[in-house]
Structure formats: C-alpha cells, structure tokens
C-alpha cells in the first residue's frame, strides 16, 4: 500500500469521502489512520498499546471530528441528549470543544467549559474517541455520562441500511 500511494500520480482523480487536498492526500491520511488503529487493535490482547505520535493522533482527532461526525448526521450519528465535550491534549496545546445535539456533532478546535471534560495525551485521546481506550487513568471532570454516551453511541457508519 505505500509504495502505490508513494507512486501515484500526484494529480491522480478517484473517489475519496471527506475534504482533502487532493484524492491522493486523503487517501495516504486515511489510511495511515486506519492502518494505526488496527494495530492498536492487534495490540491491545497484550494490554501494551505503542501510543501514536503526538501530531498523527492529533491529526487522528481531526479527522474524526472534523471530518466523519463534521458530516451530515445520517452518515455519523451521536444519539443522545444535547451535550458539550471539550478534549484537551496535556503533551501539547491541542483543544477540541464539541456540541452534540440532535443536528449532529460540531466540532471547533479550541478550549471551553463543557458539560465534560477530558484531557490526557495525544494518543490517549485518539484512542479514547476511536473506544480503543477506556478513559481510566485520563483527567474526566465535569458530567462523565457524556464521556459514556459518547463511548456508547459514537458510531462511524461505512454504509447505510436501505
């Protein structure tokens, strides 16, 4: 897989399902997430997860937030009473401030008061959000059932029932 995305055309057109620069940026992105968190998944029998790279799980974070619950509701559902969330990186200066409510999930990259808040690494974060991670041993403050809502019904849908 990386020697194809390593020699692709740079101004190669195909499919891609979020905004990226180009289809070959979001698809090297995209699958260096996937590919991560399916080692964190290999991992995680052994109970010793490698974390990730401050900045690739910040990026991780994004993407998640920004682009898979940025899109329209019906394609990353988060069921549950309205909601704030605010995420905070502590091996950085990284914030994530997210309204859940029954128009979708919004997210802004900065730091707020929030219903609940969760700070930890990078990687924790990104693992916590992707339920890799449980949000023991991470500073939670505030109403932690919105953590547990979020763990609970956070779901990225890859297709729809028709």
Do not use: K
């Not at 698809?27 to 290999?42: L, N, P, S």
């Amino acid at each position: 897989m990386v020697a194809t995305l390593e020699a692709a055309d740079p101004d190669t057109e195909c499919w891609s399902f979020l905004p990226a620069p180009s289809p070959l940026a979001f698809w090297c992105r995209r699958q260096a997430h996937e590919t991560g968190i399916h080692r964190a998944d290999a991992q995680s029998p052994t109970g010793e997860i490698t974390p990730f790279e401050r900045r690739f799980a910040e990026d991780g974070i994004d993407e998640l937030l920004f682009g898979f619950f940025g899109r329209p509701a019906s394609d990353g559902e988060v069921q549950a009473p309205p909601a704030t969330l605010c995420v905070r990186t502590t091996d950085g200066d990284a914030s994530w401030y997210v309204r859940i409510d029954a128009g979708g999930v919004r997210t802004e990259r900065r730091e707020a008061d929030a219903d609940c808040s969760v700070a930890g690494t990078a990687s924790d974060l990104h693992l916590l959000l992707w339920n890799r991670l449980s949000p023991d041993g991470l500073d939670v403050r505030g109403d932690d059932q919105v953590l547990r809502r979020w763990r609970q019904h956070a779901q990225i849908h890859w297709s729809r029932s028709r």
